[in-house]
């Protein structure tokens, strides 16, 4: 279960569950993550957060995101089951200004299996990103830092292939502020997921390609290397970021590690398909 109740420590000093987090005020980081709560369930948007709810580094950011996904557990129920990762091309890095990924947290509550069926409504956007899941057979250790894709793979257990759904709460949300991206729980809205497949052991990754269909038609076309170069640099990377902000990937886990090509808006009566070859599929499609 994962769940937070905060508190005030002193002066500067912020504890979420049983995260300490240092320079920043208690107020600013509780607040922040409520506001961006109150937005996804009043369904607004801003052009930023309020300037004394903004993030000042990854630190505070990941604090903050910490903090609204303890009001999204506590208003939907569920629990955390795993971790996505955004900004994982160079193209979009440079768009906002950062020189590496970032991730958020995976929810149960908006995690769906194939085929999945959503209501249109429920999102500002439906912005699809056609992803290499995976899910984690063995705790992977937080005392290690120096993580390849060779190692990490080694706590993999079974691949999914993976649909993310991206909204936001912000006028521009192609021009927000990565720290404000970051804290909004990296956009992330809901998930959708195949079946696992341990075939992904006998293929390279990186050039393995996949398809986006919409109604039958190929809309994206793209392979894993789009992601860091390979989906298993971003589950390394991811691996050795996580305990610097607290957390740490365990078995059972699920991560999607970042759109494999251009990404697509959807639209309310649109049935998708993310098709991985011989790694399987992932339905989902859109009520009007």
Same mark, same amino acid.
């Given at each position: /279960?994962?769940?937070f109740q905060d508190s005030f420590l002193g002066e500067g000093v912020f504890?979420?569950?049983?995260?300490?987090?240092?320079?920043?005020?208690?107020?600013?980081?509780?607040?922040? +993550?409520?506001?961006?709560?109150?937005? $996804?369930?009043?369904?607004?948007?801003?052009?930023?957060? &309020?300037?004394?709810?903004? &993030?000042?580094?990854?630190?505070?950011?990941?604090?903050?995101?910490?903090?609204?996904?303890?009001?999204?557990?506590?208003?939907?129920? +569920?629990?955390?089951?795993?971790?996505?990762?955004?900004?994982?091309?160079?193209?979009?890095?440079?768009?906002?200004?950062?020189?590496? &990924? /970032?991730?958020?947290?995976?929810?149960?509550?908006?995690?769906?299996?194939?085929?999945?069926?959503?209501?249109?409504?429920?999102?500002?956007?439906?912005?699809?990103?056609?992803?290499?899941?995976?899910?984690?057979?063995?705790?992977? &250790?937080?005392?290690?830092?120096?993580?390849?894709?060779?190692?990490?793979?080694?706590?993999?257990?079974?691949?999914?292939?993976?649909?993310?759904?991206?909204?936001?709460?912000?006028?521009?949300?192609?021009?927000?502020?990565?720290?404000?991206?970051?804290?909004?729980?990296?956009?992330?809205?809901?998930?959708?997921?195949?079946? $696992?497949?341990?075939?992904?052991?006998?293929?390279?990754?990186?050039?393995?390609?996949?398809?986006?269909?919409?109604?039958?038609?190929?809309? $994206? $076309?793209?392979?894993?290397?789009?992601?860091?170069?390979?989906?298993?640099?971003?589950?390394?990377?991811?691996?050795?970021?996580?305990?610097?902000?607290?957390?740490?990937?365990?078995? +059972?886990?699920?991560?999607?590690?970042?759109?494999?090509?251009?990404?697509?808006?959807?639209?309310?009566?649109?049935?998708?398909?993310?098709?991985?070859?011989?790694? +399987?599929?992932?339905?989902?499609?859109?009520?009007?």
């Amino acid at each position: /279960m994962f769940a937070f109740q905060d508190s005030f420590l002193g002066e500067g000093v912020f504890l979420s569950g049983d995260r300490v987090y240092t320079g920043c005020a208690m107020t600013d980081i509780a607040q922040a +993550g409520q506001h961006l709560a109150d937005l $996804r369930r009043s369904f607004r948007c801003e052009d930023n957060l &309020p300037p004394e709810l903004r &993030p000042r580094n990854f630190a505070e950011s990941y604090a903050v995101q910490d903090a609204l996904v303890s009001a999204l557990l506590a208003e939907h129920g +569920g629990h955390r089951i795993g971790f996505k990762i955004a900004f994982t091309n160079e193209a979009v890095q440079k768009q906002f200004g950062v020189d590496g &990924p /970032m991730f958020g947290q995976i929810l149960s509550h908006s995690a769906h299996s194939s085929p999945a069926r959503l209501s249109a409504s429920r999102f500002h956007v439906r912005c699809i990103e056609i992803e290499f899941g995976f899910v984690m057979g063995r705790d992977v &250790p937080a005392d290690r830092e120096a993580w390849t894709p060779e190692t990490i793979a080694e706590f993999v257990d079974s691949m999914v292939p993976a649909l993310e759904i991206v909204d936001h709460r912000f006028t521009d949300w192609l021009h927000a502020p990565a720290l404000t991206v970051a804290a909004d729980n990296a956009t992330n809205a809901a998930w959708a997921y195949g079946e $696992r497949t341990q075939a992904w052991r006998e293929v390279d990754l990186a050039s393995h390609e996949v398809h986006l269909s919409v109604g039958g038609k190929v809309v $994206r $076309r793209g392979r894993g290397e789009a992601a860091l170069g390979s989906p298993l640099n971003v589950l390394a990377w991811l691996a050795g970021e996580l305990p610097r902000h607290g957390h740490s990937l365990s078995a +059972g886990d699920h991560v999607t590690t970042g759109v494999c090509t251009e990404i697509y808006l959807a639209d309310a009566g649109d049935e998708i398909v993310g098709d991985f070859g011989a790694l +399987g599929r992932v339905e989902l499609s859109f009520d009007a």
